[in-house]
């Protein structure tokens, strides 16, 4: 066990405010960095060396998480920006100890995210024509259908695409994500975080009120609606399609907000980073361990919208019999036969405006165990095309995205 103390001094000239207003960041930190463990903060009561007015201490389970903490754009961010232009002096103390098998304290748990994806909601500018295109280049069945509204499954969960008419549209407009919570305690505690993070709590989307027990919706820094509720309603049984997706895994965001979308879900919602490639893409997973259940990127100036969505194949011969229907009807297939580095699946991913997203289609996708879950260390990887997909020969060969 690592046990990490800073005690620091404030500069004299600082006023009140600005003192609260950086405390209270540091106390937002374990939110943020879910391998903090008794964290505590507070002023300074020595009567015998005043010399420090506030100290904090945490304690991480390996020096590794202590450095990725201390290394992360984040924490330096805090230091530079924040701590550094107001704090007149500091000393930090980082020491190992084992824990003694009559040791009282006990862990806390750490912070719960969302359990997983569900649906992503989309306005069309052609209700009939996504349908069609849905149904036979993603595998999905239509189970409600309205003139105005329709809602696709793949497995037993209620629906994982809701579709809206939106003839004034001329492309396909993902408007909402929606993702299950573990229990009712956990959907509490995400509501708490936003609420103290001063962000406004919405009423989940009126349908989705009557297809689950308990949510609510809150719009991330791009202002896209996000929906987290408990005990989404389910079939008995899965489609009777064989050739058909087993899962949604995870929307991929792209934003001019890169920081304040990462703080948002991270911090607020509690996705875990999984992985990051440097100056350009961080993954999240949730609590059903995919390897990512979101991913989000740094926009190179096309604005901000959800990239892809990604669907889970039962094999990679079914990704390639999709992948043939794709080339039978002209579709455009954007991106062809991409072994991903980060989650180990192969994929490929088809586009066509109209209809939305592009959809990726793969066969496969890295499913941390409990353990690896707990105490995963985010890689750091370089901007290369090798650490996005394995089948690139060399670090400038960026041709297929």
């Not at 505590?40 to 990725?68: I, K, Y």
């Not at 105005?148 to 793949?154: N, Q, V």
């Not at 995963?376 to 394995?390: E, G, L, W, Y």
């Amino acid at each position: 066990m690592i046990h990490h103390t800073v005690a620091f001094r404030f500069q004299p000239e600082v006023d009140q405010p600005t003192i609260d207003a950086l405390l209270a960041e540091l106390d937002g930190f374990p939110a943020e960095y879910p391998a903090m463990r008794r964290w505590s903060s507070g002023v300074n009561r020595s009567a015998r060396d005043d010399r420090f007015t506030h100290a904090f201490s945490v304690e991480f389970d390996t020096e590794a998480e202590l450095v990725a903490y201390l290394s992360s754009a984040r924490h330096e961010r805090f230091v530079t920006e924040v701590f550094r232009p107001v704090v007149a002096e500091r000393a930090i103390v980082s020491y190992e100890y084992t824990p003694s098998a009559g040791d009282a304290m006990t862990q806390p748990a750490r912070p719960h995210g969302p359990y997983g994806m569900e649906y992503a909601r989309i306005e069309v500018p052609d209700l009939d024509e996504t349908i069609e295109f849905l149904e036979y280049h993603v595998g999905l069945q239509v189970e409600e259908r309205t003139a105005e509204r329709a809602y696709l499954r793949t497995d037993i969960e209620h629906h994982c695409i809701e579709l809206i008419a939106a003839p004034h549209r001329e492309i396909g407009h993902t408007v909402a994500v929606g993702y299950s919570v573990e229990n009712a305690e956990v959907l509490g505690q995400i509501q708490k975080r936003v609420v103290d993070a001063g962000l406004e709590v919405l009423e989940l989307e009126e349908r989705q009120r009557g297809l689950c027990d308990d949510g609510f919706a809150v719009r991330d820094p791009d202002g896209m609606l996000v929906e987290l509720f408990v005990e989404f309603q389910e079939y008995a049984e899965a489609p009777h399609v064989e050739l058909r997706p087993v899962d949604l895994v995870h929307p991929f965001l792209i934003t001019e907000k890169f920081d304040e979308m990462v703080g948002f879900y991270q911090g607020v919602l509690g996705f875990m980073a999984s992985d990051h490639v440097v100056g350009s893409t961080t993954f999240f997973r949730c609590e059903d361990r995919y390897h990512h259940s979101l991913a989000i990127s740094r926009s190179r100036g096309e604005g901000s919208f959800v990239g892809h969505l990604c669907f889970a194949m039962k094999s990679l011969d079914h990704v390639m019999r999709m992948r043939a229907r794709a080339l039978y009807k002209d579709r455009p297939i954007v991106s062809d036969m991409v072994n991903h580095s980060a989650s180990t699946s192969i994929a490929f991913y088809m586009h066509d405006p109209k209809y939305g997203p592009r959809y990726e289609l793969c066969d496969a996708h890295r499913v941390f165990t409990p353990e690896e879950h707990e105490t995963h260390r985010a890689r750091k990887m370089t901007a290369d095309p090798r650490n996005i997909d394995v089948w690139r020969p060399a670090s400038d060969d960026w041709g297929r995205f």
